[in-house]
């Protein structure tokens, strides 16, 4: 029995020690993006800047700025409520395209599919909006425009156009 017991004491020690203290072997620094991913960038690597010089006009002002995106809403009334209309930059990380061209198809828009720098995705589009995504790995990253004033800006596809050629440039 003092056999069992001490061999059991001497288990329980070396298990102890295995569990305590710091870990003797320098942890690695924060790995980047997986390979094959877009890099991150604030608003995708597009600025306030060339929000204005794709639109023409200086109606959309940046709203919200995270890690997952950006959005510039238009200063668009109806009456004194705003339309929530605007420009919005998405990073999907994990994100499937065949559910985002689903749900395109599902509001309408008229699909169609394209390349950017080596990378696959599609355009939908409508009379009053247009998105583009693009999609690298397992991330995908959109640019759309929304507007009830189609008429008062260029093409709207040219816009999403111009910013995820620009994006792409920067983040891919």
């Known amino acids: ?11 329980t020690a070396l298990l102890l020690a295995g569990c305590g203290g710091p870990d003797p072997q320098p942890t690695a620094p924060q790995a980047g993006p997986p390979t094959g991913a877009f890099r991150g960038d604030d608003c995708n690597g597009v600025t ?11 109606v ?3 709203v919200v ?7 510039w809403q ?9 339309a929530g209309m605007g420009i919005s930059t998405w990073w999907y990380r994990g994100s499937d395209m065949d559910v985002e061209r689903e749900l395109e198809q599902q509001a309408g828009r008229k699909i169609t599919e394209l390349s950017l ?16 995504y693009v999609a690298k790995g397992g991330d995908v990253i959109t640019w759309s425009i929304q507007t009830m004033n189609s008429a008062m800006l260029p093409d709207l596809c040219s816009i999403t156009e111009r910013l995820a050629q620009l994006s792409q440039q920067r983040v891919n």
């Open 48 to 58: 306030d800047a060339d929000i204005v010089k794709a639109a023409g006009t200086s």
């Open 60 to 62: 959309f002002k940046k």
């Open 1 to 11: 029995m003092k056999r069992i017991l001490a061999s059991a004491a001497a288990l």
């Open 117 to 132: 720098d080596g990378n696959k995705g599609f355009k939908a589009a409508d009379t009053s909006a247009c998105s583009i």
């Open 65 to 71: 700025d995270s890690d997952a995106g950006c959005f």
């Open 74 to 82: 238009e200063d668009t009334m109806l009456g004194t409520f705003g």
